[in-house]
């Protein structure tokens, strides 16, 4: 054997040695490299959270209250009866305030303070509910062409006008109004209310009814 195959059979086993560091290291940086593209880094940001989200710990607000009152204002049936109770309502007030000023008529005025004392009750009532409801009552006078009329006169054409005006017919419009909120009405505390007045309602009619036969009877 030559001496030069001595030294490379010595050399074999430090070359093989090497090529198994090699490639240990290749796998190592292999390895390393999956892990980095399956691990996201620490400081990678996180998208921004839907608007339609909200966080852990938070309350959505609700709704305000002028928001919660508007879906319970009453409309349709319930409006149309705040308006036309508010306005018969009004008319005979009016008139009878004006009864007590004009009329001589001794029966007259103990009809007329009688419909102050009960439709000033009844209007109370109905402006605050109409207010707690958010349908407030117009509270200024009237201008009514009928109660211009009865200011020009006196004596028994007044009492006739007044009875027309605020007698039976004033309170049998009344009746057919409570009498349809009670029965349709969808707003549980003004259908309450109008079945509440109606039997009050009913005796004024019952009055109103006796006065104008007196009256007629006496012209």
């Known amino acids: ?25 290749v796998r ?3 390895a390393g490299g999956a892990l980095s593209i399956a691990t996201p880094h620490a400081d990678a940001q996180t998208p921004p ?14 709704p305000t209250r002028d928001e919660a009152d508007m879906t319970r204002r009453p409309t349709g049936i319930d409006a149309e009866f705040v308006d036309k109770a508010a ?3 009004k008319t005979v007030v009016q008139a009878s305030q004006l009864a007590l000023d004009r009329s001589v008529n001794p ?3 103990t009809f007329a303070q009688r419909m102050v004392d009960d439709h000033e009750r009844i209007a109370g009532t109905l402006r605050q509910l109409g207010a707690d409801k958010g349908v407030p009552v117009q509270t200024r006078m009237l ?5 211009t009329a009865l200011r020009t006169r006196s004596g028994a054409a007044f009492d006739a006008g007044y009875v027309a005006l605020a007698g039976p017919r004033a309170h049998e419009a009344a009746i057919r109004v409570y009498e349809t909120e009670a029965r349709d009405g969808h707003d549980p505390q003004l259908r309450a209310f109008a079945t509440r007045t109606l039997p ?9 009814r006796q006065l104008a036969r007196q009256i007629g ?3």
């Open 1 to 25: 054997m030559r001496p030069d195959d001595t030294r490379g059979d010595a050399h074999r086993p430090l070359a093989r040695a090497c090529v198994r560091c090699a490639i240990a290291a």
């Open 28 to 30: 190592l940086v292999l």
């Open 49 to 62: 959270a839907s608007s339609a989200q909200v966080a852990p710990g938070v309350v959505r607000p609700g």
């Open 87 to 89: 306005m018969i309502g």
């Open 107 to 109: 029966q007259v005025k």
């Open 143 to 147: 201008v009514d062409p009928a109660l």
């Open 200 to 208: 009050t309602l009913r005796a004024d009619l019952a009055a109103a």
């Open 217 to 219: 009877s006496t012209r």
